[in-house]
C-alpha cells in the first residue's frame, strides 16, 4: 500500500480527492452578458462569477442592488433549473422594477429579515439542505445596514448602550457561509455601504459592518461613480469598480459601467480605454477609431455597438492581453508598482 492510499484510507472528509483530480479547482465561471464585468470579477473576457462571496460596497446610488439584480437576470437565463433567493433588509428594489428588467420573479424566493442572527439562521440552513450542482444565486441587501439582534432588543428595552456585537455576528456569519459557498459551488452577493475615513488629505472608503465582511469575502468591489453629460444635460453616469480585494484579479484594478437613461446599462462599457491601451484599436485623428486587422474607420458614437466589437471580443489575442493586464495568473512586472491606496475613486464619490 502506497502512502497516499494509506492516507485516503483513513480520510474523514467526504469532498477530499487528489488535487489532480478535485473538481474545487476546475474553472467554471457564469458570464454576466457585460464583458467588463466578467473581466472585473474572472480576469478573462469570456468569463464572469463564480462560486463563493462577492462584495458590492460603495455609497448610495452607486447602482449596486442592480448590479446584483442584473447578474441575476443572467444566472436565471443560462439555468432553467435555477433559482434566485434574495435576503432583503433595505427593500431598495420592488417587484415592478424587477419584471422590467426581465427577471422571472416566479423563481425568486424574497426573504425580508431583521436582524443578523435571523440571516445567520436560515441561510446556513439553506446552505447545508444544498447539494452541490443546485443551480442557487444568494443576494444579501444588505450586509451594510442589517441589525444585529442585540440591537433591536436594546432599542424595544429602551437602553441606549452601544452595541458592540454586531461586527462580530456578521464576522461569524461570512466565516460560516464562505466554505460552503465554495464547496456546494454557490454565488452570494452581498451588498454593502461605505464612508470615508476621516481626518487624511485622501481619505479612504471604509466598509461598513466591520472587517469581517472584507475579509471573508473572496472579491469586493468598492464603487464609486461620476455622471455622463451633454452640455449641462444630465444624461446617465458611469460607475467605477474598484478592486479592493480580488481572488482572481489584480487589486486597484478599475473598471467601468456606462449607464444611460435612454439605453440602460452599455453592454460594451469600458472596453475602449483598454483595447487602445493593450494596442489592439487605434486612432488616426481625433475623431476615428480602427480595430487591428479592420480599415474601416468608426466614430465614438459607433465605438458602442456590436459592429465594432464583434470580432475583437472572440479575438484569441486580444482575450489573452487581456488576461495578461488583469489576472492573477500574470504578475509579471507587478512588484515595482506602488503599494499606498488610490484615491481617484474616492474622489468620484458623490455624496
Not at 445567520?120 to 452541490?132: E, I, Q
Request: glycine residues 10%; contains cysteine; charged residues 30%.
Amino acid at each position: 500500500m502506497s502512502l497516499m492510499d494509506k492516507i485516503r484510507k483513513s480520510n474523514t472528509i467526504d469532498e477530499a480527492e487528489i488535487l489532480r483530480d478535485s473538481k474545487f479547482f476546475v474553472e467554471e465561471y457564469q458570464d454576466t452578458g457585460i464583458p467588463i464585468l466578467n473581466v472585473a470579477l474572472s480576469g478573462r473576457l469570456d468569463g464572469g462569477f463564480h462560486a463563493g462571496m462577492t462584495t458590492w460596497a460603495g455609497e448610495s446610488r452607486t447602482f449596486k442592488s442592480m448590479f446584483m439584480l442584473c447578474l441575476l437576470k443572467k444566472f436565471l437565463d443560462s439555468h432553467p433549473d435555477g433559482v434566485g433567493v434574495i435576503y432583503d433588509n433595505e427593500f431598495g428594489t420592488n417587484k415592478s422594477s424587477m419584471e422590467a428588467l426581465g427577471l422571472d420573479t416566479s423563481r425568486i424566493l424574497h426573504k425580508p429579515i431583521k436582524h443578523i442572527e435571523q440571516l445567520k439562521l436560515d441561510l446556513v440552513k439553506l446552505l447545508d439542505d444544498a447539494d452541490r450542482g443546485d443551480k442557487i444565486f444568494i443576494g444579501v441587501d444588505s450586509f451594510g445596514e442589517i441589525a444585529s439582534l442585540k440591537e433591536t432588543e436594546d432599542a424595544i428595552e429602551g437602553k441606549t448602550v452601544t452595541d458592540m456585537t454586531r461586527a462580530k455576528a456578521l464576522n461569524g456569519l461570512c466565516r460560516m457561509i464562505k466554505p460552503v459557498l465554495n464547496i456546494k459551488n454557490i454565488h452570494l452577493f452581498g451588498i454593502a455601504k461605505t464612508y470615508l475615513e476621516q481626518g487624511k488629505k485622501y481619505p479612504t472608503a471604509i466598509v461598513a459592518g466591520g472587517t469581517g465582511i472584507t475579509k471573508q469575502s473572496d472579491s469586493q468591489f468598492i464603487i464609486s461613480k461620476r455622471q455622463i453629460k451633454d452640455g449641462k444635460e444630465h444624461m446617465g453616469s458611469e460607475f467605477i469598480l474598484t478592486v479592493s480585494k480580488g481572488r482572481l484579479v489584480k487589486e486597484k484594478s478599475k473598471f467601468v459601467v456606462e449607464v444611460t437613461w435612454e439605453g440602460g446599462i452599455n453592454k460594451y462599457s469600458g472596453l475602449l480605454d483598454i483595447a487602445v491601451e493593450l494596442g489592439f484599436v487605434t486612432r488616426p485623428n481625433n475623431r476615428t477609431y480602427l480595430v487591428k486587422g479592420n480599415e474601416t474607420k468608426f466614430s465614438k458614437k459607433q465605438t458602442k455597438s456590436g459592429e465594432f466589437w464583434d470580432d475583437l471580443l472572440v479575438d484569441e489575442e486580444f482575450k489573452e492581453a487581456v488576461y495578461n493586464r488583469y489576472s492573477l495568473g500574470s504578475l509579471e512586472g507587478s512588484s515595482d508598482e506602488d503599494d499606498t491606496i488610490d484615491p481617484d475613486p474616492l474622489e468620484l464619490l458623490e455624496g
